[in-house]
């Protein structure tokens, strides 16, 4: 609008109003609430296509309420106030800080824990007869590793050693088997996050295309059955058509697959891998991957697999790193644990 019809406009307006306020004060009071008008639409311009931003930290914070209440209901009933019992092998800082989140996690809940700190030079031996006295300890409901362990430890018989049903990790081969068949057990905490973000998110699944960047035993491949399985059955899964990446998915390929997606979920460890032009517009994107880099003023700080800042500006829904995914696993542990709990007194009971 220009300013000669603005004060033509105001002319008319003074003249009708006999001049109750001056040409000038009108012209003013027009040309500011003018570009204030202008300041909001461009606002609102400029923000329409930003995603979504799933705020795992606060939908953990509400998962850890509900698990309050349900834990008093549990106790009240004359059960015992469930055990969890955490094992770190080494002196990782990012393992322990992790392990401090899950105990400062229990604590808030109220389930009873203990955190086992073993040394660097621990035997696989060693290590496994620690598991093998939590596992016969009727007073302990929940059993986890911290991983990754040294590398003179094999994993996958790490966690098959921790029996079935204190597997709240859900690592067991029997727990990931049950998940592949279907059958009830226990889901591992990191894709039982994933599932529970998208659908306290709302985010439509059934008939959908997702991909799944990462075929980890212990993430990539559970989300992938998660995502992919029936929702009527045991796992009540999200019916949607899963396509799995990896490390020798090629560069063109990747892309290809993460362009047709309505939902994206990485899992690599490799920062920026997802880049806006590998989205489409709309689309879901769930980052697991978490690494710590170093910025060029010398400070660490943690980032994902997704170049935030520009794929947020096609995506419909994201995830920060941190505040994501990291919070939503550790509120699934905690269920996992209260569920463990509750599932061995139903067995004491029979």
Same mark, same amino acid.
Request: with cysteine.
């Given at each position: ?19 109750? +306020?001056?040409?000038?004060? *009108?012209?003013?009071?027009?040309? @500011? ?9 461009? $606002?609102?311009?400029?923000n329409? =296509?930003?995603?979504?931003i ?23 009933? %004359?059960?015992?106030?469930? +055990? ?36 660097n ?9 620690v598991?093998?006295?939590? =596992? ?12 990754p362990?040294p ?14 049903? @204190? ?13 592949a ?13 994933? @599932?529970? &973000? *998208? ?7 059934? =008939? ?5 960047v %990462? $075929?980890?035993? =212990? ?5 992938s ?7 009527? +059955? ?41 880049? @806006? ?15 710590r ?17 520009e ?5 419909? +829904? ?8 990291g919070? &939503?696993?550790?509120?699934?542990? &905690? ?16």
């Open positions: 609008m220009s300013k000669c019809l603005i004060r033509a406009y105001v002319a008319t307006v003074c003249i009708r109003k006999k001049q109750m +306020h001056s040409p000038m004060e *009108l012209y003013s009071t027009f040309w @500011k609430s003018h570009e204030q008008n202008l300041k909001l639409r461009l $606002r609102v311009k400029q329409v =296509n930003m995603a979504q799933i705020d795992g930290k606060s939908m953990a914070n509400e998962i850890h309420s509900e698990l309050c209440k349900e834990l008093k209901e549990f106790v009240a009933n %004359g059960n015992r106030v469930p +055990h969890l019992t955490a094992i770190i092998v080494g002196e990782d800082p990012a393992s322990q800080k992790y392990v401090e989140k899950k105990t400062q996690a229990c604590k808030e809940i109220g389930i009873s824990s203990r955190t086992i700190v073993l040394p030079s621990t035997t696989q031996a060693e290590l496994l007869d598991i093998d006295k939590e =596992n016969k300890n009727e007073s302990v409901n929940g059993i986890l590793v911290q991983l362990v590398a003179h430890i094999d994993e996958r018989t790490v966690c098959n050693a921790i029996i079935a049903s @204190k597997d709240v990790d859900g690592f067991n081969e029997i727990n990931i088997g049950r998940l068949l279907d059958m009830n057990g226990i889901v591992p905490a990191t894709p039982l996050g994933v @599932k529970t &973000m *998208l659908e306290r998110a709302n985010i439509p699944t059934f =008939n959908r295309n997702a991909v799944v %990462g $075929r980890s035993k =212990n993430v990539g491949l559970p989300l059955i998660l995502l992919h399985s029936d929702g009527t +059955h045991a796992t009540k899964g999200l019916d949607a058509t899963v396509t799995i990446c990896h490390r020798n998915t090629p560069a063109k390929e990747l892309a290809k697959y993460c362009r047709q997606a309505d939902i994206i979920v990485v899992a690599v460890g490799k920062p920026g891998l997802i880049t @806006k032009d590998m989205v489409k517009p709309g689309a879901c994107v769930i980052d697991v991957g978490i690494t880099i170093q910025d060029e003023g010398g400070k660490y700080k943690l980032v994902g697999d997704v170049d935030f800042d794929v947020r500006q096609v995506a419909g +829904h994201i995830t920060p790193v941190p505040g994501g995914v919070p &939503m696993t550790v509120a699934m542990l &905690m269920k996992n644990t209260i569920l463990a709990a509750k599932k061995q007194a139903a067995d004491q009971s029979d």
